[in-house]
C-alpha cells in the first residue's frame, strides 16, 4: 500500500472505463473478468499527467461508450487504429495509455492461450482513418467509431509557458516550480471539464 500519495483531486472526478476480460476471468484476476480503469490508474503508467495522456483516455472513454452503448466493453477485442507512425508526434504515447486500458498491442502483446485471448496485431499505425485522432472497431461485430481529439479551444494560464521555459532552463525557483506543475494540472482540469468540446466521436456504417 502507498501512503501519502498525493495528487490533484479532479483526477477523481473524471469518468473511469470499465471494461470485461475473459482471459482476466480465466486467470482470475478479477471475478467475472470486470475491470474498472480510473484515470489516475494511467497516469500510474504513463508517469505524468498532461493534455496528451487525458487526450487518450477521454478518446477510449468515449469511443468504447459509442461503440458498445448500453454493453460493456471486452478487453481483447477492440481493434485500435492510427493514421500516423508509431514514431510521430505523439501518437505512440497515445497509442500505450490505449493498449493499457483495451489490452490492444501491435507484436509486442500476450500471444494467447491455445489460440484464444492473443492481444498481437490489434494496434496499427499507417491506417487511411480519414483524418480521425483514433479509430476503435469491435471484432465481434465489424462496428467501428472514429474518434477526434482536440483540445486547442482551452487555453492554458498565461504564465504557463514563461514557468515552463524558467524549468527547463534551470533557472526557476522552488516555488515557480510547484507553481508550473498547478497551472499544468489546471490546464488538464480545465480539458477533463469539457469532454464534450474537446472529443467528437463519429460512428461509421
Not at 16 to 33: P, R, V
Not at 62 to 90: P, T
Not at 167 to 182: D, L, M, V
Amino acid at each position: 500500500k502507498v501512503e501519502n500519495m498525493t495528487y490533484p483531486q479532479f483526477f477523481n472526478n473524471i469518468p473511469t472505463i470499465k471494461l470485461q476480460d475473459d482471459l482476466a476471468y480465466l486467470l482470475g484476476a478479477f471475478e467475472d473478468g470486470l475491470i474498472e480503469f480510473s484515470y489516475l490508474d494511467l497516469i500510474k503508467s504513463a508517469g505524468h499527467s498532461c493534455p496528451t495522456v487525458l487526450g487518450a483516455y477521454l478518446m477510449t472513454l468515449q469511443g468504447l461508450k459509442a461503440l458498445h452503448e448500453n454493453e460493456i466493453a471486452k478487453r481483447g477485442n477492440i481493434l485500435v487504429e492510427f493514421k500516423e507512425k508509431q514514431i510521430d508526434g505523439v501518437a505512440g504515447v497515445i497509442g500505450s495509455v490505449i493498449t493499457n486500458i483495451t489490452g490492444s498491442t501491435t507484436t509486442n502483446g500476450f500471444k494467447g492461450l491455445a489460440g484464444k485471448h492473443d492481444r498481437n496485431n490489434l494496434m496499427n499505425f499507417e491506417k487511411d482513418i480519414s483524418g480521425a485522432s483514433v479509430r476503435f472497431t469491435r471484432l465481434d461485430t465489424q462496428k467501428s467509431v472514429d474518434v477526434f481529439y482536440n483540445a486547442s479551444m482551452i487555453l492554458p494560464h498565461p504564465s504557463m509557458n514563461s514557468l515552463m521555459q524558467k524549468c527547463i532552463q534551470g533557472s526557476a525557483t522552488n516555488e515557480e516550480k510547484i507553481e508550473f506543475g498547478k497551472v499544468w494540472q489546471k490546464r488538464v482540469e480545465d480539458i477533463s471539464n469539457n469532454i464534450e468540446e474537446v472529443i467528437k466521436v463519429n460512428i461509421k456504417e
